[in-house]
């Protein structure tokens, strides 16, 4: 199947200060990608679609400014986590769309950001 | 809206058993897709199967299957010859065929436990 990186895997950051993911399709290109917030045990819960040279789509009851997305290429989508506070602490998970062959979503490996 | 219901949160079955896990789902939509996630301890999701509903027949990759009962609503994951890998939680997820988006809708999750 298609690869899908993300880096940070794990970021320890202080409050008040902005946290950088990024989601990189590795062997196609993707002009969809999507984020997701999930808890322990729980299942993944989209926060925002985000598409190629447009803005990004976001869920009801996520806030746009502090989780700013932006798909500067079709292989490349970020979040930013901005402000963050000990609340915003998670694991995010990135998704690209394969629209090749199977027009499926593959997964990242997800990042941990704890927030002290 | 559509809904993704997963009524078991937890599953147990022995090594090299057979354990089938539920999945229903409500949409008034005739175009859509079916897909089984599996999210092992390292949390890296996989694609296990998919199914697309226009397809009478059941999809089946090597040990894992599903039962579609279409008109039930109704898609089951069916894991033959259980191995201790595949101890993780499993998610079912719907697509629908209209939305360009192409997000997808996630059930709660099954945590399957796999004893030796």
């Known amino acids: 199947g298609a690869v899908v990186s993300q880096h940070p895997s794990r970021v320890i950051c202080k409050s008040g200060t902005s946290v950088k993911i990024e989601c990189r399709s590795l062997d196609f290109q993707a002009t969809t990608m999507f984020w997701y917030r999930q808890f322990p045990k729980k299942s993944l819960m989209l926060m925002a679609t985000s598409n190629e040279g447009s803005k990004a789509t976001y869920e009801q009851g996520v806030e746009k400014d502090k989780f700013l997305i932006n798909h500067a290429s079709l292989t490349l989508s970020t979040l930013t986590v901005t402000s963050a506070h000990p609340e915003d602490s998670s694991f995010y998970i990135c998704s690209a769309r394969d629209y090749t062959y199977t027009d499926t979503q593959y997964f990242g490996p997800g990042t941990r950001l704890t927030v002290l | 809206a559509q809904t993704v219901t997963q009524s078991q949160p937890e599953m147990s079955v022995q090594e090299a058993e057979t354990v089938t896990l539920s999945c229903t789902y409500d949409?008034?939509?005739?175009?859509?897709?079916l897909f089984w996630y599996k999210q092992p301890p390292s949390r890296q999701m996989i694609l296990v199967i998919r199914q697309e509903a226009y397809k009478q027949q059941n999809a089946t990759e090597n040990r894992f299957s599903v039962n579609f009962q279409k008109a039930a609503k109704s898609f089951s994951l069916k894991i033959s010859d259980s191995q201790l890998g595949d101890a993780a939680m499993y998610f079912c997820?719907?697509?629908?065929?209209?939305?360009?988006?192409?997000?997808?809708?996630f059930g709660q999750g099954t945590t399957l436990q796999v004893k030796p």
């Open positions: 949409t008034s939509e005739s175009d859509y897709y």
């Open positions: 997820a719907y697509r629908s065929g209209f939305t360009h988006t192409g997000k997808l809708i």
